[in-house]
């Protein structure tokens, strides 16, 4: 059983910064991949940040370089640095995981195991 919380959601005024974690707990294999994920009501969830077992990342092209993903593996835990946000990225956002690499680390049909979610506001 995977277990995974994420934490650091809040709300920031636009152009501000927010970091966002994601612990891994419970019984799985050494390889595996982590990304995050967000929706808003109504629209479907889209992909944020990944980082596969390999340590290849890719970005939603809506990141255009202001956020930075992280994994360490000795803690299990996956860290988004979200600078230079805009209300846009108003969302709540999902860490998702799965064992070995998907072949699209942003799909979120290749992941199996899921967070609750933390929410991320931006106001301008």
């Known amino acids: 059983l995977v277990k995974l919380v994420e934490s650091g959601g809040g709300s920031v005024q636009t152009g501000g910064s927010l970091r966002v974690a994601c612990e891994a707990s419970?019984?799985?294999?050494?390889?595996?991949?982590m990304a995050w994920f967000r929706q808003v009501l109504g629209k479907e969830r889209e992909g944020v940040a990944g980082?596969?077992?390999?340590?290849?990342?890719g970005y939603g092209d809506f990141v255009k370089g202001r956020f930075i993903i992280s994994k360490f593996n000795d803690n299990n835990t996956m860290y988004l640095q979200m600078n230079s946000l805009k209300p846009e990225d108003t969302a709540m956002y999902y860490c998702?995981?799965?064992?070995?690499?998907?072949?699209?680390?942003?799909?979120?049909?290749?992941?199996?195991?899921w967070g609750q979610g933390t929410q991320v506001t931006v106001s301008s």
């Open positions: 419970g019984s799985f294999y050494s390889s595996y991949s």
């Open positions: 980082i596969d077992a390999d340590g290849d990342i």
């Open positions: 998702a995981l799965r064992f070995g690499v998907p072949s699209d680390v942003l799909d979120p049909e290749k992941y199996n195991h």
